[in-house]
């Protein structure tokens, strides 16, 4: 029976930048970077307290970089999450905005990927 996703990959430019973005503005930790081939490395991150992992993974046909993903991250407290995030750095395309079904944000990575970053219910 399927328990669950093993990881997700996002499309990136460049696997440094990228790993450097997700490692210290995100807090993701890394758990694999090695070999893939002669153009790039498996660059695998966890998500702290999470079994979903993240890919950084450079496509020659397939996802490119800058696109609306389709991967909402969770955080027991999205607007708090949203403010720590941003004095990071990191860019918010939609300010925390509060629904019936919870509350909700959205921020781009260094090479313009956009996710959701929403309240788990």
């Known amino acids: 029976m399927i328990r669950g996703i093993k990881f997700t990959s996002i499309p990136v430019v460049d696997q440094d930048r990228a790993l450097a973005f997700y490692t210290e503005k995100l807090g993701f930790r890394l758990q694999t970077d090695q070999p893939f081939d002669d153009k790039q490395r498996w660059i695998e991150l966890s998500v702290p307290g999470a079994d979903t992992r993240v890919v950084l993974f450079q496509y020659d046909d397939g996802p490119k970089p800058g696109a609306t993903m389709n991967i909402t991250f969770w955080a027991d407290d999205v607007e708090a999450t949203a403010r720590e995030l941003k004095a990071k750095g990191v860019k918010f395309t939609m300010e925390p905005t509060k629904a019936d079904w ?10 313009g990927n956009t996710f959701v970053l929403s309240s788990k219910t």
């Open 102 to 111: 919870g509350t909700a944000a959205a921020f781009q990575d260094v090479d």
